[in-house]
């Protein structure tokens, strides 16, 4: 039987849809030309022309796949498990029925179009053909009311405001079709499931989407109403239908991709096709662009973690606000939050709580995590956050960002609300208390503990467990430890801080105007990675004035298209010249964690907007950094003074290579000058950038990711080599090149001897990639033996003065330099030579002198090397001047300073004779060692403070005569630790692999010591808590000797006794020269002896050993033939191995434990200034107490239990 039908056409709106917007468009017509769409000209049709071919095709083959075929056929099929689409990487709803049908338009025409419909569980859509994504219209299941027969073949669907007729091909498919359709909406109703965003629960489906509005698709002539809602966007004829639940299509956003295109356009990007969008303004689209782009973010999340966090009831709102489905948690603080409360989490910092994203940071989530999170729940944490909050100030899902984050600093960082523990206030009580509540399964009790100004750090008077968290760990109680460890660094409220985003604003700020044309791009969250050519730029007139920035279409518009606050403001950068497609540019971050880029022709211009908007949001305390000519300036939270409790925020400016810092209390600090940094790393989860100089510390948190990261590549940048010039590398704190500084080090300690050195290439690809390497950044450049060749090194330092922009002695001085060789007095020569080395900048005197006290070392074994002087500047001659080799009087200088190096550099005989005991100390270090791997010259080690972790790691220089005092000073001077009376601080060799440690005496020189030390092993500063009673114990005994029992075991079966395993009873001498061991106290024969020079004692015994007791010694024999013997020692008590290890410390180094008399820099020095310039901060994670009282290398190992004695 014949049926008229229309002939298909692919497009988002069918000839029915289209009637219903024009009732008065022209009848459908069948020719194979255009259809009744093309002509009415309202809107783009993608109709079948005389090829079959769509236009989406035509427009780009490539987006326009075939979709696989996964109803073959035409006629109807029921299908249980087949998926929708092949667009989702996440299954979607199962089709439950699919096949062909007739579809009748709803103005009463007698033509039906064909059209493939789908069923599943949420809706019912229908298609041009089973290949197509997109559908022309669906009809969610829980709107469909009845579904009944209207005639032959057909059947009538009915929903709350529309109907809507099919045609089966036969009786039997239609009444299958109203069957299924009856079951599901029945089955929908009956199970009162939470409705979709396409139902008819309005109220729902508002606060399910993120943006909702009126967009214009190209091709449409009348605007969509277009829902961004969690992982979908949603397309809908107008706002009626909205309401209304029925929809045209839905795009999956985990296949999509959002580009801007022009001021308001943009292009939703699928394999199957691009939506072009167009926005009434560029602050509209780029509200629309950030709200598909987070869409698309939660499409490709992990929702498993969000699911079961989910599962407690109270996790499933806000915990500050009550907005439904929140996916951030702060993962110290134990809360799910939502989006927009996470933000403003993230501006407390750090300290206070710990933001993570349920869907997307996928490592935090241990299994411990969750299930602390579904133990405590928000409930729970609320009980004691929340407990007394006025109705009055708290916050709803609609607050504005103010309103969240000045209830959220009162909640939080000031704890006003809190349910005060009854010990508030009593801190040994509250410690002691949360010593006994870690070891229970009350969270609750802990965490009001926790945050009433118990210490997470303090001691249990345990010293097998002396930390909380140890306790914790022999109890078993896995998610007290969870909490405990994500909460190490927080910071407890406290009342009268105020908050540090509104304190600078505590004044008023200068009211500044000014307005103008800018050029600016769309606003960005991600920093800017490419050159922004001059077509992404768009024409604004802009306005500063009441503490608002804005910008217009135009100078003749009222409204603005957008505006930014300048108490909003965090950072102004001054771009380079030409750095984008416009001349001048500057950048403007916001706390929202937005990027504003705008731009000038005009330098001058440009130069003036930037004047008006840093004074506009600068603090006034903080108005001498305007008068620099600053790069990047903005404010940030950083940790100063000698307590870190607290970060306070200051103001940076970066100029060049130099760092200003402004304290928020107004005063100006001594700047940072950042290519002579010690140390530069970045520390946690990329939270904290760390500046070490040689005086101080500075640690600077990273509270908004995008200008955080903005600091750090700009602060990176300063830091390194930025020329071909002296002036223009890293330096050492003596104005050294590091990279020269690393050349001459190296080749002082394993290339004196070394036959031909300088004289002789190295591999010329090697030297290349070392000086490239060294040029980037010599910081993070360790030069070893065995990995560098001494030639290499010496070519990379020949090279690199021979490419040196101006030269070593300056083009405007060199030829004087060539002049004075002509001088046939000597005494005249050297005082011409040194009038002109005080000419020199002070970069090339200092380089000068430190190369030319090389050379006069290379000279002094020219015995060995063949380097004499006049062999030394026939090579360095022409290198130094950059020469061709052919004038002699280069040669003739460098010569000159050799000889006269002590006379011409003012060199007295200390300083003389420091030089020759290090090279004789190197010497010999070097005759006894065996080729292994050994840093360079005078070894730049790592020494750690206290303990072993990344933020408390020190780079030292260790030259061959420092002692383990000297390096003991060294670091605390560095962080400034002032030393008291009875502070015992001692350096430490910390062997790990053994988990034992020895306290160097503090004559012990420290060089040969990190020649032997292994892999596993390291030095740390800490304080010798038993060197106190240790000092007594000597001071009050009688005799020089010490005897007694102790338990006794070998490494080995080397002694013969059949002791192979187990601690055994052993009676022990120690006399002045010799340890001997008896098989009992009535032994007159000892069974084994050994010399006390040939003993070194550590403190500890390995855990796998199972030692009888805590108190055990591993001690190291090594005879003259370098055999070595490794065995253990127990005591029964802690006296006894404090005895017993006074007793070998004082035999071992004559009786002196201790120095009676301390040298000038032990004394205590009067804090002169507290300001950031001129001290050294102690490390980052905790305040002072709490460092010192970490031991996190050691809590478990009884070793720690000396440090009570």
Not at 286 to 300: F, G, R
């Amino acid at each position: 039987m014949g049926r008229p039908r229309s002939l298909r056409f692919n497009s988002l709106f069918s000839e029915d849809e289209f009637g219903e917007e024009h009732p008065n468009a022209p009848p459908a017509k069948y020719e194979l030309g255009c259809c009744a769409v093309c002509e009415a000209g309202d809107m783009l049709c993608l109709c079948v022309g005389k090829g079959g071919g769509s236009s989406w095709s035509d427009r780009d083959p490539s987006l326009h796949p075939s979709a696989p075929d996964t109803f073959p056929g035409s006629s109807a099929s029921t299908l249980s498990d087949s998926m929708e689409g092949t667009s989702a990487t996440t299954p979607l709803s199962p089709t439950i029925r699919a096949g062909w049908l007739d579809k009748n338009p709803p103005q009463g025409s007698y033509i039906y179009q064909k059209r493939w419909v789908k069923l599943d569980a949420d809706y019912l859509r229908y298609f041009d053909s089973e290949k197509d994504t997109y559908s022309k219209r669906l009809i969610p299941v829980s709107s469909i009311s009845r579904v009944s027969s209207v005639g032959d073949q057909k059947f009538e669907v009915v929903t709350n405001n529309r109907n809507f007729v099919f045609r089966a091909e036969n009786d039997a498919d239609r009444n299958e079709w109203i069957r299924t359709l009856q079951e599901i909406a029945e089955e929908r109703k009956s199970k009162a499931p939470e409705r979709t965003l396409m139902s008819l629960a309005t109220d729902s489906a508002t606060e399910l989407a993120s943006k909702s509005g009126f967009l214009e698709l190209r091709g449409f002539k009348h605007k969509l109403f277009v829902v961004v809602s969690e992982d979908k966007v949603f397309l809908y004829k107008n706002a009626e239908d909205y309401q209304l639940g029925i929809g045209i299509t839905y795009i999956e956003m985990n296949v999509g991709n959002v580009k801007e295109v022009d001021r308001r356009g943009f292009d939703l990007t699928t394999p199957y096709r691009i939506f072009s969008f167009s926005a009434d303004s560029e602050q509209e689209k780029e509200e629309w662009v950030e709200a598909m782009q987070q869409s698309i973010t939660e499409a490709l999340s992990n929702s498993e973690v969000a699911e079961r966090i989910w599962a407690v009831e109270s996790n499933r709102f806000c915990a500050d606000c009550g907005s439904p489905k929140p996916d951030w948690a702060s993962i110290n603080l134990c809360v799910v939050i939502c989006k927009r409360c996470a933000g403003e989490h993230r501006g407390l910092g750090p300290g206070i709580t710990k933001v993570r994203s349920l869907k997307m940071d996928r490592k935090v989530w241990t299994e411990e995590l969750i299930e602390l999170f579904q133990q405590f729940g928000n409930m729970m944490a609320n009980q004691f956050w929340a407990a007394n909050v006025p109705p009055s100030e708290a916050i709803s899902p609609s607050s504005s960002s103010q309103e969240r984050r000045r209830f959220l600093i009162a909640k939080y960082r000031e704890g006003k609300y809190r349910h005060y523990h009854p010990l508030f206030g009593n801190q040994e009580e509250l410690n002691r208390a949360l010593c006994a509540a870690v070891t229970t399964s009350d969270l609750a009790e802990t965490q009001a503990l926790l945050f009433c100004g118990a210490s997470v750090t303090c001691d249990t008077g345990d010293p097998q467990c002396p930390t909380p968290l140890a306790l914790a760990e022999r109890s078993g109680q896995r998610l007290q430890m969870e909490f405990l460890l994500h909460n190490k660094t927080s910071e407890p409220p406290r009342l009268e801080m105020v908050c540090s985003e509104e304190k600078p604003y505590s004044v008023h700020l200068p009211s500044v105007t000014h307005n103008g044309f800018l050029y600016k791009t769309p606003s960005m969250v991600k920093p800017i990675s490419e050159r922004k050519g001059p077509e992404e730029f768009s024409r604004r007139w802009c306005t500063l004035q009441d503490g608002v920035l804005s910008y217009y279409e135009n100078n003749r518009n009222t409204v603005p298209n957008g505006e930014i606050r300048v108490e909003e403001i965090v950072c102004l950068v001054n771009n380079p010249l030409h750095a984008h497609g416009i001349e001048s540019t500057f950048e403007v971050y916001t706390e929202a964690d937005r990027l504003y880029l705008f731009g000038l022709e005009s330098p001058d211009s440009a130069r003036e907007w930037l004047k008006s908007i840093a004074k506009s949001f600068v603090h006034p305390c903080a108005e001498g950094l305007l008068a620099l000519d600053f790069e990047r300036l903005g404010r940030l939270h950083y940790k100063g003074g000698l307590t870190l409790e607290h970060a306070q925020e200051g103001w940076f400016a970066l100029v060049g290579s130099t760092l200003h810092v402004c304290s928020e209390d107004g005063c100006r600090q001594e700047p940072l000058q950042l290519r002579k940094l010690q140390e530069l790393s970045i520390q946690g989860d990329h939270e904290v950038l760390v500046l070490v100089e040689r005086r101080r510390t500075l640690y600077i948190q990273g509270e908004r990711k995008l200008d955080f990261l903005g600091w750090v590549h700009a602060i990176q940048k300063a830091a390194g080599s930025s020329g071909d010039t002296l002036s223009e590398q890293q330096l050492t704190e003596s104005d050294v090149p590091l990279l020269v500084d690393r050349c001459i080090d190296y080749i002082t300690q394993c290339g004196l001897t070394s036959e031909g050195i300088y004289r002789k290439s190295g591999q010329n690809s090697k030297t290349t990639s070392l000086l490239e390497a060294l040029q980037r950044d010599a910081r993070r450049v360790c030069l070893k033996e065995g990995e560098h060749q001494v030639d290499d090194v010496a070519n990379t330092l020949k090279r690199f003065f021979r490419d040196l922009g101006d030269g070593l002695f300056t083009r405007r001085w060199a030829p004087d330099w060539l002049w004075a060789t002509a001088l046939e007095d000597e005494e005249a020569k050297v005082g011409e030579y040194r009038q002109l080395l005080a000419a020199l900048p002070p970069v090339n005197r200092a380089t000068l002198k430190a190369l030319i006290n090389h050379l006069f070392r290379i000279q002094c074994f020219s015995g060995e090397n063949q380097m004499t002087t006049h062999n030394l500047a026939i090579v360095f001659g022409p290198t130094l001047f950059q020469t061709d080799g052919k004038d002699y009087k280069a040669g003739r200088v460098v010569e000159d300073l050799i000889s006269h190096y002590v006379e011409i550099f003012n060199v007295n005989d200390q300083e003389m004779k420091k030089q020759q005991d290090e090279i004789t100390a190197i010497m010999k270090m070097r005759e006894a060692s065996s080729s292994g791997t050994q840093q360079a010259g005078d070894f730049i080690c790592t020494v750690y403070l206290e303990e072993k972790k990344t933020e408390t790691e020190q780079h030292v220089k260790i030259p061959a005569t420092m002692t383990a005092e000297e390096l003991t000073f060294e670091i605390l001077d560095r962080r400034k630790i002032v030393m008291k009376e009875k502070d015992y601080w001692s350096c430490f060799e910390v062997n790990e692999r053994e988990e034992a440690e020895r306290p160097l005496h503090y004559s012990e020189k420290v060089l040969p010591i990190l020649h032997c030390l292994g892999t596993e092993s390291y030095l740390v500063v800490k304080k010798q808590m038993s060197m106190e009673n240790m000092l007594i114990y000597l001071a009050s005994r009688v005799g020089d000797c010490k005897h007694g029992m102790m338990k006794f075991r070998e490494e080995r079966n080397l002694l013969g006794l059949g002791l192979s395993t187990g601690f055994h009873d052993r009676y022990f001498i120690l006399s002045h020269s010799w340890l001997r061991l008896y098989k009992e106290v009535r032994s007159h024969k000892p069974e084994k002896e050994w010399p006390v020079r040939n003993l070194k004692v550590y403190l500890g015994v390995k855990k796998k050993l199972r030692p009888p007791t805590c108190w055990g010694f591993t001690v190291f024999y090594e005879n003259e033939k370098h055999e070595k013997q490794q065995w253990y020692l127990c005591c029964d008590t802690q006296a006894d191995l404090r005895e017993w290890f006074a007793t070998f410390l004082q035999v071992q180094n004559g009786g002196a434990l201790w120095p009676l008399e301390h040298p000038k820099m032990r004394v205590a020095q009067p804090q002169q200034d507290a300001r950031l310039g001129n001290i050294s901060l102690i490390p980052l994670r905790g305040n002072e107490s709490e460092m010192r009282n970490s031991v996190a290398a050691f809590a478990t190992d009884p070793l720690t239990l000396l440090r009570n004695v």
